[in-house]
Every structure is written in C-alpha cells, then in structure tokens.
C-alpha cells in the first residue's frame, strides 16, 4: 500500500531562538530537515515525502532536499494542525493508502520504526510511537507543587505518526478543536490508535541544547578520516598571485591551467583523499578548458560539497604555504577567513601557516610555491 510522509517544516521556531528556524539549522553538516527526510526514508515503507513548510521557505527546503523523493512544497497555514491538513489535502486528489506526518525538527528516526508503524496500521486505523514517562511527574502553579501526578499508563508521543489516509483526513475534516497532535484528532473520532515502542534517540530539537546534544551523539557514531594534499606551482610574471583564495598584491603570480591557487589545490586534495574520491585532477581535468583560468574557490566548494553528499562534517584543515616570497603572515587571517567562507565551517577550525626551505630548493630560490594540507574529516560508520 502506498504511503507518503508528510513533513512538517511551517513551524516559527520561535523557542529555538534562531534567526531561521530549528529545522533548517546545521547538524553535523547538513540542515536538520534532511537528516529527517533521511531518517524517514532510509529503511523503506515510504514512497515519497511531501514537505509542509511557510510560503516564503519553499526554495529553501527544495534545495534542503534535493535529490531525494519528494512531491512539490505545500504551503502551512497558521498552526500546526491547519498544516497537516494542507498536507492531506493537496493528496486527496490522488490519495495514499497510507499516510505518516512527522516533525522536520526530529532528525532521527530510530530504525525499525517506519516498520512497527505499518504493521500496526493492518490492525489499527492510527498508531503513534511513544515512550514510557519514567520520571515523576508534578502538577505545579506559582513555583510550588500541587500534586504528584500518576505516571502509571503514561507515554510520551514521539512522531512519525502513522495513518490509514481516509481516517486521518476524515478526522481533520471533523475536528472541532485544536489538538496537539494527529493522533488525538483519531481519539476524538472514537477511532482506536496504537502504541509502538518509541527511542531515547528520537529528540524533537526545541531548544539549541537540544541541538548541541544531537550534534555530539551524532559525532559519536562518526568515524574520523584524515587526507592530505600537495601541489606545487611554477612562479612567473604577467599573473595574480592567488593563494588560499586571496589576491597578494605583487608583480608576480602562480603559473598554471587555472588560476593556479596552489593551497586550494593542496586543500582540495586533503579532502578527496579523506573521501577515497580520487585527487582534484579527477574531478576538474587540466585538460579540460572549461577550466582554463578558473577561480579555483569553486574547486574547494565542489569538495566541501562531496563532504555533504557523505552526510560527514570537516573537523578542520590545515594549509602550510612553503616560499620565500610574498610574505604570508599578513594575508593569513584573511586567507583563513576566505577558505571557511567557501567551506561553510567556522573559522577556527581553519589553519594557513607558512614556513620556508632556507633558501634550499626551488622554493628557496623563489621559482615556485609549494602546499601542503591536511584535513580531518568525519562520515558515518
């Protein structure tokens, strides 16, 4: 039976305290929403994802989730209730069997999930998963306690919520009030709605706390890889001396196909090699044209993205430059700040030092720059 998910992106956020809101944060490289568009799909059972987002972030979570299966944004409305409607609604001309809505600010779905959800569907006309409520519970007003409250025979709901398609369009199409979540639209219908086994790991980020302990869990289960890079440019007069994506003043340059960046470059091979994805050559041939005096930022954009597209996460980079000439140490702040602008990371975690060969060698006679770097990388185990 075919099932969609409905992702729910329209809300403010406003607890969160950002200037977007909580779904669209990074989390270990990537926006929260795709991790839970991720999440969602990763064991099957879910043929599409239709996302449920503000009018005015529809562009963002597209490109948030480019590549994955999913059918065209729909606009939210004013609560969340009145989303999830226009979710349901814009399938009903078309309708899924079975239907499941989950928070785009829940990144983890706790595998076998989706699965437990589908089979208590075949029983039930909604199921939900939920945990235990393990701690004791106060009733409280005006800073003092009221009473203790029974936990005995209570959860906490956690989503994705699961949904044969007609009950839960039905149900919406009938409420009569607001509800704080799908499944007691179901309750108020009479209509029976299943309890599976719910995770610890299953976190709703609220708060940026809650966000910081996701980053590191997820962390935890990374594995780290290290790469590093070299290359060595001629240098020679009539071209701009680009290095780590700054221009050095001087009537000198860096001789090569593109703008000849030699710390990119070195860069930009630290990470492939982190990867296991080749070097730069592979990826931006000299002999391809195209490439003939390219800005060579758009190399380290392209690894930075390959970083992504292995949901990893760059620890750091560290880019050593080995000349003579220019002097390094004025431009290295700005270099610094250049390449953690073009790698989307903080700058702190981006290092350009220099040293020299003594006057030994090419680099000490000044007829070239060298590079090297070195790079610590984390993907998923």
């Known amino acids: 039976m075919r099932c969609v998910a409905l992702l729910m ?22 926006p929260v929403i795709r991790h839970a568009a991720e999440a969602l799909l990763r064991e099957g059972g879910i043929d599409a994802l239709l996302p449920v987002c503000a009018p005015d972030m529809m562009a963002t979570v597209a490109a948030a989730l480019e590549g994955l299966p999913c059918l065209p944004p729909v606009a939210g409305g004013a609560t969340r209730q009145a989303s999830v409607r226009a979710g349901l609604e814009a399938l009903a001309a078309d309708p899924p069997g079975l239907v499941m809505v989950h928070d785009a600010a829940r990144p983890v779905v706790p595998p076998g999930t989706v699965a437990a959800l589908r089979a208590a569907l075949a029983a039930h006309p909604g199921a939900i998963p939920a945990q235990p409520v393990s701690d004791t519970l ?20 956690q989503t994705p919520q699961a949904f044969r398609f007609g009950a839960l369009l039905a149900a919406h199409r009938d409420a009569a009030a607001e509800a704080t979540d799908d499944a007691q639209l179901l309750e108020a219908a009479g209509l029976a709605v299943a309890l599976v086994p ?7 980020i609220t708060w940026p706390e809650d966000l910081a302990r996701m980053e590191a869990m997820m962390n935890a289960t990374m594995i780290p890889r290290v790469g590093t890079g070299f290359d060595v440019h001629r240098i020679v007069e009539g071209r701009p001396m680009v290095l780590c994506g700054v221009v050095v003043p001087g009537p ?43 800005d060579s930022a758009r190399f380290l954009v392209h690894a930075a993205g390959r970083i992504a597209a292995r949901g990893g996460v760059l620890a750091n980079a560290d880019v050593t430059l080995i000349c003579e000439r220019p002097k390094i140490t004025p431009h290295a ?31 000490g006679r000044g007829e070239g720059i060298a590079a090297q770097a070195a790079v610590s990388v984390l993907v998923p185990g």
């Open 198 to 204: 719910g995770h610890e790991s299953n976190v709703k």
């Open 333 to 363: 702040t700005a270099m610094r700040e250049r390449l953690a602008g073009l790698l989307g990371v903080p700058v702190d975690r981006v290092s350009v030092k220099a040293t020299t060969t003594e006057r030994l060698g090419f680099a």
């Open 252 to 294: 000198l340059g860096l001789d090569g196909h593109s703008d000849a960046d030699v710390g990119i470059h070195a860069l930009c091979d630290a990470i492939y090699g982190a990867l296991a994805e080749g070097d730069i050559g592979r990826w931006f041939p000299p002999s391809d044209n195209q490439y003939k005096d390219a």
């Open 9 to 30: 992106a329209a809300g403010s956020g406003s607890r969160f305290g950002a200037p977007l809101p909580k779904q669209y944060s990074i989390l270990a490289g990537r």
């Open 138 to 157: 106060k009733r409280g007003e005006a800073g003092r306690i009221l009473e203790t409250v029974p936990r005995a025979g209570l959860f906490r709901a």
